[in-house]
């Protein structure tokens, strides 16, 4: 058994092969404020002779989700669970109201985060800020919708996206990394600091994106950084000219997109607009199969600071980008026909960027996406 002290602020679980935790007295852990779960297998709950139930971690599997001993932990603020093998379901952790911070990752079997009904609207996560949800494979959604309801229907699906609340103004970052499955979120209109898809299904970007709840802005107009990497993106989805909401958004990613994909973001950009007004720095990572930067990049009038990391084809820049008034650093990493057009001072490339103040061209070593 282990024994827990009343006063304990912080709880690591790492790593650990085989023991037993009371949750009589995990509960009354009332200053607790961090919890990490890493690499633990969770059994069945049992109930012991003493009558309280308890929550044991061992080498083998049993069942497939905790007891409800996270809600008495009301002071907690941060929880982490990663590599727990075999959980399908978690417990309630949306009343906890000083919670700020949730990461979920590596969790190959968790297909719900929140498996009971019902549930308060206006209790909902009162405090989170952040959400990080990563390479959950089989994560369906929020909740797990009625047995009655037939989940591979897509109609249903979509009429459940539209009954889930939003999240509370306070969450500001919100990453889904390698979630494919993941439909059914709460949207998040008034997310207003980072955004990262991941190799993750659309439908929840674009739920919020088509939001028609009450909110005093429009959908993800308070957002500064945007990260899309390796996503399908069906532009017939997305609300026409839905860009034109993203009046704070300073930093844009694009990573490991294909060249159609890229150059069909362009249907975004159709008419003469003022574009992405706070938009400072964009970076295109990883796009294979990019050979010249598109267009559209040239109705970004707020550009500071264009960046191409590892897009080893791209030769090329559209005519044009002296209309980027305000760039003032162009910085190619590890693109070997592009550095070469752009070394060369008799190039047409070089006519084109000959205005820009700070030119950084490099090979690296080594290369990492931060």
Same mark, same amino acid.
């Given at each position: 058994?282990?024994?827990?002290? %009343?006063? %304990?602020?912080?709880?690591?679980?790492?790593? &650990?092969?085989?023991?037993?935790?009371?949750?009589?007295?995990?509960?009354?852990?009332?200053?607790?404020?961090?919890?990490?779960?890493?690499?633990?297998?969770?059994?069945?709950?049992?109930?012991?002779?003493?009558?309280?139930?308890?929550?044991?971690?061992?080498?083998?599997?049993?069942?497939?989700?905790?007891?409800? @001993? %996270?809600?008495?932990?009301?002071?907690?603020?941060?929880?982490?669970?990663?590599?727990? $093998?075999?959980?399908?379901?978690?417990?309630?952790?949306?009343?906890?109201?000083?919670?700020?911070?949730?990461?979920?990752?590596?969790?190959?079997?968790?297909?719900?985060?929140?498996?009971?009904?019902?549930?308060?609207?206006?209790?909902?996560?009162?405090?989170? $800020?952040?959400?990080? %949800? &990563?390479?959950?494979?089989?994560?369906?959604? @929020?909740?797990?919708?009625?047995?009655?309801?037939?989940?591979?229907?897509?109609?249903?699906?979509?009429?459940?996206?539209?009954?889930?609340?939003?999240?509370?103004?306070?969450?500001?970052?919100?990453?889904?990394?390698?979630?494919?499955?993941?439909?059914?979120?709460?949207?998040?209109? +008034?997310?207003?600091?980072?955004?990262?898809?991941?190799?993750?299904?659309?439908?929840?970007?674009?739920?919020?994106?088509?939001?028609?709840?009450?909110?005093?802005?429009?959908?993800?107009?308070?957002?500064?950084?945007?990260?899309?990497?390796?996503?399908?993106?069906?532009?017939?989805?997305?609300?026409?000219?839905?860009?034109? +909401?993203?009046?704070?958004?300073?930093?844009?990613?694009?990573?490991?997109?294909?060249?159609?994909?890229?150059?069909?973001?362009?249907?975004?950009?159709? $008419?003469?607009?003022?574009?992405?007004?706070?938009?400072?720095?964009?970076?295109? @990572?990883?796009?294979?199969?990019?050979?010249?930067?598109?267009?559209?990049?040239?109705?970004?009038?707020?550009?500071?600071?264009?960046?191409?990391?590892?897009?080893?084809?791209?030769?090329?820049?559209?005519?044009?980008?002296?209309?980027?008034?305000?760039?003032?650093?162009?910085?190619?990493? +590890? &693109?070997?026909?592009?550095?070469?057009?752009?070394?060369?001072?008799?190039?047409?490339?070089?006519?084109?960027?000959?205005?820009?103040? +700070?030119?950084?061209?490099?090979?690296?070593?080594?290369?990492?996406?931060?």
């Amino acid at each position: 058994m282990l024994l827990l002290s %009343l006063s %304990l602020q912080r709880l690591i679980l790492n790593t &650990c092969e085989e023991f037993e935790i009371s949750t009589k007295h995990v509960s009354k852990l009332i200053n607790l404020k961090h919890l990490e779960i890493t690499d633990a297998k969770v059994l069945e709950e049992k109930k012991t002779t003493s009558g309280f139930r308890k929550l044991d971690m061992g080498e083998r599997y049993k069942g497939e989700h905790f007891s409800n @001993w %996270l809600s008495p932990l009301s002071n907690i603020v941060d929880i982490t669970l990663h590599n727990c $093998e075999g959980l399908k379901y978690l417990p309630p952790m949306e009343r906890l109201r000083f919670l700020r911070s949730v990461r979920l990752s590596h969790l190959p079997e968790l297909e719900y985060i929140y498996y009971e009904e019902p549930f308060l609207f206006e209790t909902f996560f009162p405090s989170l $800020e952040r959400l990080f %949800l &990563c390479e959950n494979n089989k994560l369906k959604g @929020w909740w797990r919708m009625n047995d009655v309801v037939n989940e591979d229907d897509h109609n249903c699906s979509q009429s459940h996206n539209l009954s889930l609340p939003p999240f509370p103004p306070q969450l500001s970052f919100l990453t889904i990394d390698e979630c494919p499955m993941l439909t059914r979120v709460p949207t998040f209109p +008034n997310l207003d600091k980072r955004l990262q898809f991941r190799s993750s299904n659309m439908e929840t970007l674009e739920a919020t994106i088509n939001s028609k709840c009450l909110i005093e802005f429009p959908p993800l107009s308070k957002l500064k950084y945007l990260q899309l990497e390796n996503v399908d993106l069906d532009m017939k989805k997305f609300p026409e000219n839905w860009v034109q +909401n993203l009046t704070s958004l300073e930093l844009l990613e694009v990573v490991n997109f294909s060249d159609k994909k890229i150059q069909d973001i362009g249907t975004w950009f159709l $008419e003469d607009f003022n574009y992405l007004p706070s938009l400072q720095k964009i970076e295109f @990572w990883k796009c294979s199969e990019l050979k010249t930067l598109p267009d559209w990049i040239l109705n970004l009038s707020s550009l500071q600071h264009i960046t191409i990391y590892y897009c080893e084809i791209i030769a090329y820049l559209p005519g044009g980008m002296s209309r980027l008034a305000k760039l003032q650093t162009l910085e190619i990493v +590890n &693109c070997p026909l592009l550095m070469e057009e752009c070394e060369t001072i008799t190039s047409a490339t070089w006519s084109k960027i000959a205005h820009i103040p +700070n030119i950084i061209l490099k090979v690296p070593t080594h290369i990492s996406q931060t």
